[in-house]
């Protein structure tokens, strides 16, 4: 993790997602001792962020009934039938005014290492937006500087943040580390392949 003198940045989770193409709850989808969100926020409560936020917004009534989520900020996204930016609009609106940006992370993608955050937030310099450079591409986590929060909060759809890293271009560093994307969850046949990547790892 940084040390004191570095960004300070909060940790987001965007889990808001109405899961329509899975027909079910992604966040409650069984997972090792758990459901998949209990691992994500499980891997963030494991590191010294010094806010936890956690965006829901589909069958969010069911999460908060299911899942702990002791330690996180939780702010609910009316708009999430609109994409994932929209839940990045809502989540930057409560970030401590203190802190100097964000730290993005997906409630379905549970395969993400700690020490694949620690390597992003110590390398990404004074960038305004890093990004995990794994072997077989760009994936979560994200790192944003508050300088970001007025693009961020003017995007719409799912890839809104794809489209401002790619506008960014060269000014976006990419923090290589080993491995490949981990899995996110968006059907039936990522759960089943999920799955069979955990049992395989046993």
Not at 7 to 33: E, I, M, N
Not at 54 to 78: H, K, Q, R
Not at 170 to 175: E, F, G, I, L
């Amino acid at each position: 993790m940084p040390s004191p003198s570095e960004p300070r940045l909060a940790a987001v989770v965007l889990a808001a997602g109405g899961s329509t193409r899975l027909g079910r709850p992604k966040q409650l989808l069984p997972y090792r001792d758990g459901v998949l969100l209990d691992a994500v926020l499980d891997l963030v409560r494991g590191l010294p962020f010094p806010q936890r936020i956690l965006a829901l917004g589909g069958s969010a009534d069911e999460v908060l009934a299911a899942v702990d989520t002791s330690g996180f900020d939780v702010v609910i996204n009316d708009a999430h039938t609109s994409g994932c930016s929209s839940s990045i609009a809502r989540a930057i609106q409560d970030i401590d005014p203190s802190l100097d940006g964000i730290l993005m992370l997906l409630g379905d993608q549970p395969g993400i290492r700690p020490e694949v955050v620690e390597t992003v937030l110590a390398s990404r310099g004074n960038a305004p937006i890093a990004v995990t450079r794994y072997e077989d591409g760009i994936g979560h986590p994200f790192a944003l500087s508050r300088a970001t929060f007025p693009a961020l909060a003017t995007l719409h759809g799912d890839r809104g943040v794809w489209r401002l890293i790619e506008r960014l271009g060269s000014a976006v560093a990419r923090v290589r580390v080993e491995g490949r994307v981990p899995r996110d969850v968006d059907t039936e046949d990522d759960y089943r392949a999920l799955l069979a990547e955990v049992a395989r790892s046993a």
